[in-house]
């Protein structure tokens, strides 16, 4: 059985500072997604990683995938308020069904 | 990226009464569509796959008689959560991608329905 694990579950951090949230997975999987979610909202497509050692960046975001450790990391740089929200990653378990991990709650404070 | 509509994007019930939720792919064909709820400040659960033409697929622990799914046609899918109670009280979430393997899935706008 597939299964997703973020750490950490809860970030609480700084404008300006960088962080790095950490995705692992228990089986092989051929792509990896990362989501964010707004309060009440749900679910924004952030990156979508194919392959080993695939890097994406979109602006203070970057992702990264290790398919060989499982390992997926979502890397912000120099933090702002308008990116607290939950993050979540979720890897295909078999054609298009998603396991998610648990979501990280990232809040940014002045 | 494809459109995936959700209707309604909330919903009040009585306990005891049922409630119908939509999912429509609106620029785009969906053979598959998937049903997730989330509890608050939980992660998505899949409840169940739904397979347009055919009986949907459910994840174990759900009751299949309670959450009703059809997939009628290639873009729309509904979720009939039967004889309601507060506990089903969550966020349901579709999505749904295009025909073909390993291909994107598109989320809906959410549904939050409330049991009273």
């Known amino acids: 059985e597939l299964k997703v694990e973020q750490n950490p579950l809860f970030l609480s951090m700084q404008e300006g500072k960088n962080y790095t949230i950490y995705c692992n997975y228990s089986?092989?999987?051929?792509?990896l997604y990362w989501y964010r979610q707004d309060p009440g909202k749900s679910l924004e497509s952030l990156f979508v990683l194919l392959s080993n050692g695939a890097v994406k960046q979109e602006g203070r975001l970057m992702a990264s995938l290790d398919t060989k450790a499982r390992l997926s990391t979502l890397h912000i740089t120099a933090a702002v308020h308008d990116l607290s929200a939950t993050y979540f990653c979720a890897v295909n378990q078999g054609a298009q069904k998603l396991v998610f991990g648990q979501g990280t709650r990232l809040t940014i404070n002045p | 990226g494809a459109v995936v509509s959700q209707h309604p994007s909330w919903v009040i019930c009585k306990s005891g009464t049922s409630v119908k939720i939509e999912c429509r792919s609106l620029d785009f064909q969906a053979t598959t569509m998937f049903w997730y709820r989330q509890f608050p400040k939980q992660s998505l659960m899949l409840m169940a796959t739904?397979?347009?033409?055919?009986?949907?697929?459910?994840e174990q622990g759900v009751e299949k008689d309670k959450f009703l799914i059809n997939h009628a046609s290639l873009t729309l899918s509904t979720l009939t959560v039967t004889s309601a109670h507060p506990e089903d009280s969550s966020f349901y979430i579709c999505s749904a991608s295009r025909a073909g393997t390993n291909t994107e899935a598109f989320f809906g706008q959410g549904t939050r329905l409330t049991v009273v």
């Open positions: 089986t092989t999987s051929d792509r």
């Open positions: 739904s397979n347009e033409g055919s009986k949907a697929t459910y």
